[in-house]
């Protein structure tokens, strides 16, 4: 099988090994993190549209909503307090992504995880029992430190033990993961909603201590990484390791690849730094770029607020959840897809197949609701193959992004950093995504508001731009092994102002990124 990242051995070599139960076991049981990233994701849209939870903690909001019913449609959610209730988790990931950094570092992805699991653990326990705002806030504070410790720890952990061969289908397990996650939390949502009594809402929000237990007990069963074994120093256990995951005895070449690389990392002493040279403009720009285009799509939009943006537009309560768990299924099977595709039509097509797929998709959408809403927000009686027209669009858009900015926004910065920026432009790649996804979070539901059907088009317009950014400035990178990447940059139009020869050795290459797999910085 081929690698899903198209990442291939560089200069010819090729590591001994094989896929063992071990490993896949390890990487299963790790991609996990990406689960509950997904359940965080998915469960407050479905949250914030049920009734009592409304009633209990966000009483003005639900009179407004009531009040509302036969009025300005676009307005009954705009609040405040219910958008920090959401938001607030990627603030305080995006902190504590910075914080694991020097954790996994020093400490090793395993405590890292164990954090992650436990933090939201705490996190999902105070939210399940909570009794005033200050408890959802705080235990989605605590849920969002648990996201940026699994985030920053899980796909290094992935990526150091997964064979090269199969490094990029594992990335995109991590994806698919995620979507997993969004998708059990809606169907969970549409079934607590229906609990008699209106306490429904406690078991989706405290649902999320079975993913927390998962990772948490996960954590603790896992083997640490012969990278992150090597770089605190447990050079000759880490050899032990490293064949017992590839199965193999004959692990030499990798391992020292793996000590040097290790190595090399330590001589950086000021990555950040680094990442500021003109030779890196090309891999900064992509770390900046690709998660906030990412996060532009408006994708999270329809994940956080599915079932309110449906409810928005005509449906009742029940149907909305319903059309969330839809779209849910929609985003997991195309993620599929692209597993599939992304090594045989490779990351451009991708992208820009599924730019047109959503931009179509968003103008239809903008202009069933402007015809049906106007600017007044008022839809009068809605038809139901009116409804329906809008959720099939809806979902053709939800499919588009699956296949292309959703896991390639993390799998292609993820393959074209090199060794020695590697991990400092990873972090930045993370900031970014949680900026911006807390960004879309905390202001959909004023524009919404404000914008009106309008704000399908702004999304829109910024699908034009990452399409055409794409179309002229990132070049394929499908079945390139990370160490020949240079040679992408040298031979692009515009990029190859930047490398200039005497930044890479004869050969083109830097000596110490040569190994393979064992030229990743951690
Ligand atoms: C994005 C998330 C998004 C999810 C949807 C991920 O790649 O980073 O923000 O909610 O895809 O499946």
Same mark, same amino acid.
């Given at each position: ?23 896949? %076991? ?90 992650? !699991? ?17 408890? $959802? ?75 927390? $237990? ?99 537009? !005509? ?92 896991? $390639? ?22 900031? %970014? ?9 905390? %202001? ?79």
């Amino acid at each position: 099988m081929p690698a899903a990242g198209g990442i291939g051995p560089g200069n010819g070599k090729e590591y001994p090994g094989n896929l063992t139960p071990f490993v896949t %076991v390890s990487c299963i049981v790790a991609a996990m993190g990406g689960l509950i990233f997904g359940y965080d994701i998915g469960i407050s849209g479905g949250v914030t549209t049920m009734t009592p939870f409304l009633q209990k903690f966000f009483r003005r909001v639900w009179e407004k909503k009531e009040a509302a019913k036969s009025t300005n449609q676009y307005c009954q959610y705009d609040s405040q307090t219910l958008t920090m209730f959401t938001s607030s988790l990627y603030l305080a990931a995006l902190l504590a992504s910075l914080a694991a950094s020097t954790v996994t570092r020093k400490l090793g992805r395993r405590l890292s995880m164990l954090f992650g !699991g436990l933090l939201f653990l705490a996190g999902a326990l105070i939210n399940g029992f909570a009794k005033a705002v200050w408890m $959802l806030i705080f235990g989605r504070m605590l849920l969002g430190f648990g996201v940026g410790f699994a985030n920053q720890s899980v796909p290094l952990y992935l990526s150091e033990m997964a064979p090269y061969k199969y490094r990029g289908a594992l990335n995109i397990g991590f994806q698919l993961s995620i979507t997993i996650g969004i998708l059990v939390a809606n169907v969970l949502n549409y079934s607590f909603a229906k609990i008699k009594g209106g306490w429904g809402w406690r078991l989706s929000l405290g649902g999320a201590m079975v993913p927390a $237990l998962i990772i948490t007990i996960g954590s603790l069963l896992l083997p640490d990484t012969p990278n992150s074994m090597i770089e605190r120093g447990q050079t000759e256990e880490a050899r032990a390791k490293l064949k017992r995951i590839r199965g193999v005895d004959d692990v030499d070449e990798e391992f020292m690849d793996l000590v040097a690389a290790s190595d090399a990392s330590k001589l950086v002493e000021h990555p950040w730094r680094n990442l500021l040279q003109r030779k890196y403009r090309p891999h900064l720009t992509m770390a900046i770029l690709i998660p906030c285009f990412q996060q532009l799509t408006g994708i999270n939009v329809i994940m956080f607020y599915a079932p309110v943006l449906f409810s928005t537009i !005509g449906f009742g309560d029940d149907a909305s959840l319903m059309s969330a768990v839809i779209t849910g299924t929609v985003n997991v099977a195309a993620t599929l897809v692209s597993i599939y595709g992304v090594d045989q039509w490779g990351r451009r097509f991708l992208f820009l197949e599924g730019g047109v797929q959503m931009l179509i998709c968003q103008a239809v959408v903008a202009t069933c609701i402007g015809a049906k809403f106007g600017t007044s927000g008022n839809p009068g009686d809605l038809p139901k193959w009116y409804a329906i027209v809008v959720v099939l669009f809806i979902c053709v858009y939800v499919a588009g992004f699956a296949w292309s900015w959703g896991p $390639l926004g993390w799998l292609v910065p993820s393959e074209i950093f090199p060794l020695e920026i590697r991990s400092a432009a990873q972090s930045i790649n993370v900031s %970014v995504n949680m900026i911006f996804t807390f960004l879309v979070a905390q %202001v959909f539901l004023i524009m919404l508001c404000h914008m009106k059907f309008g704000l399908f088009l702004f999304f829109a317009f910024f699908v034009v731009i990452m399409s055409t950014f794409v179309y002229y400035f990132l070049p394929e990178t499908k079945g390139i092994p990370i160490e020949e990447m240079n040679q992408v940059w040298k031979s692009h139009w515009y990029w190859s102002r930047f490398m200039e020869d005497i930044d890479y050795p004869i050969n083109g290459d830097l000596e110490l990124s040569k190994g393979g797999q064992g030229a990743k910085n951690v």
